[in-house]
Nanobody, 123 residues
Framework: QLQASGGGLVQAGGSLRLSCSAS????????TGWFRQAPGKERDFVAF????????YYADSVKGRFTISRDNTKNRVYLQMNSLKPEDTAVYYC??????????????????WGQGTLVTVSS
């Protein structure tokens, strides 16, 4: 139901924009998070946007470089990634929380996940 796209290979210092689309779901009603998972590591929080896009939160490691945004008319959520570093290399996932309580930084509160898109940053 969720599909992340836009990943690829980029040199350090470059930019990518990831997109998350939903089928059978209206993004405008839901908060959305981005997570990433590097090889051999746990899935980490990257960014979060409430349903309206008025508030966003970021991991310290990406603050000032990444921007989460959304276009609810197009049913899409984006992650603009600038000044990319090799340590940003990971599979990136978009996710929507379940109906219960959750903390936006914790992956276990998210019920719906996209399939992930690979971002590789070369040095």
């Amino acid at each position: 139901q969720l599909q992340a796209s836009g990943g690829g290979l980029v040199q350090a210092g470059g930019s990518l924009r990831l997109s998350c689309s939903a089928s059978g779901r209206t993004f405008g009603s839901y908060a959305t998070g981005w997570f990433r998972q590097a090889p051999g590591k746990e899935r980490d929080f990257v960014a979060f946007s409430i349903w309206s896009g008025d508030n966003a939160y970021y991991a310290d490691s990406v603050k000032g470089r990444f921007t989460i945004s959304r276009d609810n008319t197009k049913n899409r959520v984006y992650l603009q990634m600038n000044s990319l570093k090799p340590e940003d290399t990971a599979v990136y996932y978009c996710a929507v929380p379940g109906s219960g309580s959750y903390h936006y930084m914790k992956s276990d509160g998210y019920e719906y996940w996209g399939q992930g898109t690979l971002v590789t940053v070369s040095s």
